[in-house]
């Protein structure tokens, strides 16, 4: 990744994502394509590990993780019992629009999952509406229930 600038709008702070988040996780409703949007204008934090982002494949889908800021990080990695890895800052435009088809070509399906292992975590399925139609599984965004969005155990990671 350069250290090119994503300018898709007003910056959303990682606060800001985050109490969307725990709202979101605690009433299980609220509107995805807002978090989402905010998602896409917050700077997160991105792991690295021995010069690969930290992922998880699950259910025949390759997750990438972030984080709204270092604890939330930091929490996962120790939860884990692993060191805390290197976090790159990246916006969530980017990571949905850019990384997420890198991957996919070499990988099949791409999602994100957001705070992995915290109460406020969500996932970000590859599903048109999240990520570019091209590298999306046929269910778009608004099929999917507040609840669907809002489950992440991620357990095992590979770098």
């Known amino acids: 990744m350069s250290g090119e600038v994503f300018d ?3 910056d959303v702070s990682a606060d800001t ?3 969307r988040l725990t709202d979101l996780a605690e009433s299980g409703q609220g509107d995805l394509r807002a978090v989402v949007g905010e998602f896409r ?5 991105v792991p690295v590990a021995d010069g690969s982002l930290l992922s998880v494949e699950a259910g025949g889908i390759r997750w990438l993780f972030a ?3 270092e604890a939330a990080l930091e929490h996962f990695a120790r939860a884990r019992g692993e060191a805390v890895p290197e976090g790159m800052p990246v916006y969530g435009a980017r990571l949905l629009d850019q990384v997420v088809p890198r991957v996919a070509k070499v990988g099949g399906p791409v999602g994100v999952a957001v705070d992995a292992g915290s109460p406020a975590g969500m996932v970000l399925p ?3 509406g999240i990520v570019p139609d091209a590298v999306a ?3 778009s965004a608004e099929d999917m229930t507040a609840a669907d969005m809002t489950e992440t155990d991620a357990d095992g990671a590979d770098a």
Request: proline share 5%; glycine share 10%.
């Open 137 to 139: 599984l046929d269910t």
């Open 17 to 19: 994502l985050r109490l």
């Open 8 to 10: 898709g709008g007003a």
């Open 67 to 69: 984080f709204t800021d």
């Open 126 to 128: 590859p599903v048109k």
């Open 41 to 45: 204008r917050s700077e997160v934090l």
